[in-house]
């Protein structure tokens, strides 16, 4: 077992383009969220899904953003026509019940977006 | 809107001595709270939870949960310059709420 695995780790692009962020979980927990993070804050959560349905989404995301899920395993988060403002890590991560009932995240490295 | 607040900081506190984090939480049905330690340039990785009202302890961390005041904190004993780093106060609900952490610096 590796952990969370996200690729790419760095991605620089052009105002407008899209980017695809790709996130493998540990492979024996159910759940899995993507949170954004800028310099200064704590992760900003985005959406989370148990195996392949996604169960809540922010209120605050852009209809720009979307993620998927599709067998319940690795999972991919799509920005559309990015903005400076998108600028800003993107971490996974993923969970699984511990003994006690307790919820516990595990993140993986993040992908670091930069829009020119 | 849930929300999760935390002293920014930074919080300076010389080696040895007891570093004292604080964070409050808007919703009163909430149930795990968790203690997240981020180094510079790091992800988070998870220190202790806790859920049910009074103290936990591990090692040199203790956890204190007050649900009638929405209040929990996190004690750091004995601190070492290696613990300097932004810990992270979570909620979880049906998804994991963050706050914006406060970021401690131990003095050797």
């Known amino acids: 077992d590796t952990g969370v695995s996200q690729n790419p780790r760095h991605k620089i692009t052009k105002r407008g383009q899209n980017v695809t962020f790709r996130c493998d979980p540990i492979s024996e927990h159910n759940r899995l969220y993507w949170y954004r993070q800028t310099l200064g804050q704590g992760p900003e959560f985005l959406t989370y899904f148990q195996n392949e349905a996604q169960l809540e989404k922010s209120r605050l995301l852009s209809d720009r953003f979307s993620a998927e899920r599709p067998k319940g395993s690795f999972s991919t988060l799509e920005i559309q026509r990015t903005e400076q403002g998108d600028s800003a890590m993107y971490l996974c991560?993923?969970?699984?019940?511990?003994?006690?009932?307790?919820?516990?995240?595990?993140f993986g490295a993040g992908s670091r977006l930069t829009v020119l | 809107q849930k929300e999760v607040e935390q002293n920014s900081g930074p919080l300076s506190v010389p080696e040895g001595a007891i570093a004292s984090l604080n964070c409050t939480y808007s919703?009163?049905?909430?149930?795990?709270f968790f203690w997240y330690r981020q180094y510079s340039g790091k992800s988070p990785e998870l220190i202790m939870f806790i859920y049910s009202n009074g103290d936990k302890e591990d090692g040199r961390f203790t956890a204190q949960l007050n649900k009638a005041s929405q209040y929990v904190s996190l004690l750091i004993r004995d601190s070492q310059p290696s613990d300097s780093a932004t810990y992270l106060c979570a909620v979880k609900d049906n998804d994991m709420r963050f706050g914006a952490g406060t970021r401690l610096t131990v003095k050797p």
């Open positions: 919703d009163r049905g909430s149930q795990s």
């Open positions: 991560a993923s969970s699984r019940k511990s003994y006690s009932g307790a919820n516990v995240l595990t």
